[in-house]
């Protein structure tokens, strides 16, 4: 009678997901309630082609169809929010669920393979055994008023079940992604909270996200970056709005929060913004790829970089005010920006997540994720931590383990100032800028290349002879990579430590103690064949550090200009 919907072989390869991660078909029907869009990371299939979803929750995908007098019509298709018994079928096997209507009848599946729920093998007739309504007598003619009215009765109960359903499904994946749950009609209310600024001028586009678009503007003649979310991103908006106005946040070298507010630029419809202060420098991508810089000036980016990211993982009380411990999770050389001064500015905390700390948080702390999916949860997948991109995160202490692979993510970062650092080459003149592992798998990297790289290889980002043997401190920049980058997350240092390292580079004729868990002593004196241009410069004995190890992911910055390099001292 019916026959497949044939979508299987639409789908290109390119689409199919990773192990342990299952991807479906994803469609909603223009009058459904609700979405279930949160469920999994829409995927873009390409042209003409369905929609794929890929699930965060569970390895299961679902399909409800309305057959009506012979004809099937596709209602919704996507992932299950869990794995639950029927979710074992390799195949799309419909039954029978609802009655909405005289003659309609929906049939819903679930399956547990990848794109199972593209196609179904058959629908049965309407009045076949085990379908709604087809067995007991039929209506009599004098009773057909009252069946439509119950019917439509049902009907309408069934919307509102089904409306209830999918509001809890929403609420239980904010929950397991770690964000703040909305308040109560926030979708309706949220614009009645926040202020319309007049004053507020957009310019120009600087930066477009998966969530949002930040432009360039003004505000009562300061400059400033505008972050725009659409009406649709209250959610995302409001945990990042969240964690900026933390009290105590304040800091040199993070972003600074000027305002929330809500508008748009021109026409468009009126969404939340972020107001931040605007680096007219750019981002750290963006200079690295047209400056050079002295050693100077990389220990000016690579100290302040440090500093902030410690800032961030400090729980503190200061002046009775609370600071908990941060954890950023999207640390790139985008997410980085330059200070007038040259100094460094961490921005976007749109995944940044509150840690368990020893002091109890107050009650207006920002909700803690309650769930695995919403901890391995990260950013740009080239500074993604080995323990992330192999699922292998410490989840019983995953506060620490966060800020662990955090300084894996700084070790990156580090490497890609120096590599663009002149005094670390001989002839002064250091290659064109790439981002970590871009030398080694291009500017669009897969996330199979990366794992492969990063975690089954543990092969890192080429540290040049050179490096090991300046004169300020031999051995130095080398092995405080190497103990970011570890392959053994215990291993690293901290955010803490890498900044009294970096301070001991920087100011080297004061003395800074290291924190107790920072090993130092002696380092190796440099190879005779070792060539470089001696600095009249002589360091302390430099901190003796461990074994290496370092991750990958496709950066935002994936073009660079190929004219020369003229250094850049600030």
């Given at each position: 009678?019916?026959?497949?919907?044939?979508?299987?072989?639409?789908?290109?390869?390119?689409?199919?997901?990773?192990?342990?991660?299952?991807?479906?078909?994803?469609?909603?029907?223009?009058?459904?309630?609700?979405?279930?869009?949160?469920?999994?990371e829409l995927l873009d299939a390409g042209p003409g082609l369905p929609r794929v979803i890929r699930c965060l929750y569970s390895h299961c995908c679902f399909g409800i169809w309305n057959l009506t007098q012979d004809q099937a019509q596709v209602e919704m298709q996507g992932c299950r929010d869990s794995?639950?018994?029927?979710?074992?079928?390799?195949?799309?096997?419909?039954?029978?669920?609802?009655?909405?209507?005289?003659?309609?009848?929906?049939?819903?599946?679930?399956?547990?393979?990848?794109?199972?729920?593209?196609?179904?093998?058959?629908?049965?007739?309407?009045?076949?055994?085990?379908?709604?309504?087809?067995?007991?007598?039929?209506?009599?003619?004098?009773?057909?008023?009252?069946?439509?009215?119950?019917?439509?009765?049902?009907?309408?109960?069934?919307?509102?079940?089904?409306?209830?359903?999918?509001?809890?499904?929403?609420?239980?994946?904010?929950?397991?992604?770690?964000?703040?749950?909305?308040?109560?009609?926030?979708?309706?209310?949220?614009?009645?909270?926040?202020?319309?600024?007049?004053?507020?001028?957009?310019?120009?586009?600087?930066?477009?996200?998966?969530?949002?678009v930040v432009w360039a503007g003004q505000l009562q003649g300061e400059l400033v970056a505008i972050k725009a979310f659409p009406p649709g991103a209250v959610a995302q908006f409001q945990a990042e709005r969240a964690l900026y106005e933390l009290p105590g946040l304040q800091h040199d070298h993070l972003?600074?929060?000027?305002?929330?507010?809500?508008?748009?630029?021109?026409?468009?419809?009126?969404?939340?913004?972020?107001?931040?202060?605007?680096?007219?420098?750019?981002?750290?991508?963006?200079?690295?790829?047209?400056?050079?810089?002295?050693?100077?000036?990389?220990?000016?980016?690579?100290?302040?970089?440090?500093?902030?990211?410690?800032?961030?993982?400090?729980?503190?009380?200061?002046?009775?005010?609370?600071?908990?411990?941060?954890?950023?999770?999207?640390?790139?050389?985008?997410?980085?920006?330059?200070?007038?001064?040259?100094?460094?500015?961490?921005?976007?905390?749109?995944?940044?997540?509150?840690?368990?700390?020893?002091?109890?948080?107050?009650?207006?702390?920002?909700?803690?994720?309650?769930?695995?999916?919403?901890?391995?949860?990260?950013?740009?997948?080239?500074?993604?931590?080995?323990?992330?991109?192999?699922?292998?995160?410490?989840?019983?202490?995953?506060?620490?383990?966060?800020?662990?692979?955090?300084?894996?993510?700084?070790?990156?970062?580090?490497?890609?100032?120096?590599?663009?650092?002149?005094?670390?080459?001989?002839?002064?003149?250091?290659?064109?800028?790439?981002?970590?592992?871009?030398?080694?798998?291009?500017?669009?990297?897969?996330?199979?290349?990366?794992?492969?790289?990063?975690?089954?290889?543990?092969?890192?980002?080429?540290?040049?002879?050179?490096?090991?043997?300046?004169?300020?401190?031999?051995?130095?920049?080398?092995?405080?990579?190497?103990?970011?980058?570890?392959?053994?997350?215990?291993?690293?240092?901290?955010?803490?430590?890498?900044?009294?390292?970096?301070?001991?580079?920087?100011?080297?004729?004061?003395?800074?103690?290291?924190?107790?868990?920072?090993?130092?002593?002696?380092?190796?004196?440099?190879?005779?064949?070792?060539?470089?241009?001696?600095?009249?410069?002589?360091?302390?004995?430099?901190?003796?550090?461990?074994?290496?190890?370092?991750?990958?992911?496709?950066?935002?910055?994936?073009?660079?200009?190929?004219?020369?390099?003229?250094?850049?001292?600030?």
């Amino acid at each position: 009678m019916l026959g497949s919907l044939g979508l299987w072989a639409l789908l290109p390869t390119a689409v199919q997901a990773p192990p342990n991660r299952r991807t479906c078909v994803f469609f909603e029907a223009p009058g459904v309630w609700g979405s279930t869009k949160t469920l999994g990371e829409l995927l873009d299939a390409g042209p003409g082609l369905p929609r794929v979803i890929r699930c965060l929750y569970s390895h299961c995908c679902f399909g409800i169809w309305n057959l009506t007098q012979d004809q099937a019509q596709v209602e919704m298709q996507g992932c299950r929010d869990s794995d639950e018994p029927g979710c074992e079928s390799l195949h799309c096997d419909p039954s029978p669920r609802a009655h909405p209507s005289p003659g309609s009848t929906l049939f819903t599946c679930s399956c547990g393979t990848d794109f199972c729920n593209a196609n179904y093998s058959h629908l049965p007739p309407p009045g076949s055994p085990g379908t709604p309504g087809s067995q007991g007598p039929q209506a009599a003619p004098g009773e057909s008023i009252w069946m439509a009215l119950v019917l439509l009765g049902l009907f309408l109960l069934l919307l509102l079940l089904g409306s209830i359903i999918l509001a809890l499904l929403q609420r239980k994946a904010y929950r397991l992604r770690g964000r703040p749950e909305p308040a109560p009609d926030s979708g309706r209310d949220w614009s009645e909270e926040l202020p319309e600024l007049p004053e507020l001028r957009f310019s120009q586009v600087i930066r477009e996200g998966s969530h949002a678009v930040v432009w360039a503007g003004q505000l009562q003649g300061e400059l400033v970056a505008i972050k725009a979310f659409p009406p649709g991103a209250v959610a995302q908006f409001q945990a990042e709005r969240a964690l900026y106005e933390l009290p105590g946040l304040q800091h040199d070298h993070l972003v600074r929060f000027i305002t929330a507010s809500q508008g748009s630029p021109g026409p468009l419809p009126s969404g939340p913004l972020l107001v931040l202060e605007l680096y007219p420098k750019g981002s750290l991508c963006h200079h690295l790829t047209q400056h050079t810089s002295d050693w100077g000036s990389s220990l000016r980016m690579a100290l302040s970089l440090a500093k902030g990211l410690a800032f961030l993982h400090e729980e503190r009380w200061q002046d009775g005010q609370y600071k908990p411990g941060i954890a950023h999770r999207d640390l790139s050389s985008q997410n980085v920006l330059i200070r007038e001064d040259g100094s460094c500015a961490i921005g976007d905390l749109g995944l940044a997540l509150v840690l368990p700390g020893l002091a109890q948080p107050p009650a207006w702390a920002p909700t803690q994720p309650r769930g695995p999916a919403a901890i391995m949860e990260a950013g740009t997948q080239r500074y993604m931590a080995p323990e992330l991109l192999d699922k292998t995160l410490d989840l019983q202490d995953w506060g620490t383990a966060l800020q662990r692979a955090d300084v894996y993510s700084l070790a990156l970062l580090l490497w890609e100032i120096l590599s663009r650092c002149s005094d670390l080459r001989p002839d002064h003149r250091p290659p064109p800028f790439q981002l970590a592992y871009e030398a080694e798998l291009g500017s669009t990297p897969t996330a199979c290349e990366l794992w492969a790289l990063a975690v089954e290889e543990r092969r890192r980002p080429y540290i040049p002879s050179t490096w090991y043997c300046f004169a300020t401190d031999p051995s130095g920049l080398r092995e405080l990579l190497e103990d970011c980058w570890d392959p053994d997350p215990e291993a690293r240092l901290t955010a803490e430590c890498v900044q009294q390292r970096l301070a001991a580079l920087a100011h080297p004729q004061e003395a800074h103690p290291f924190p107790e868990d920072c090993p130092h002593g002696c380092p190796p004196l440099c190879p005779e064949d070792c060539t470089s241009t001696p600095v009249p410069a002589t360091l302390p004995c430099g901190p003796q550090l461990s074994a290496c190890n370092i991750s990958v992911q496709q950066g935002p910055c994936s073009r660079y200009l190929q004219t020369a390099c003229t250094p850049s001292h600030v």
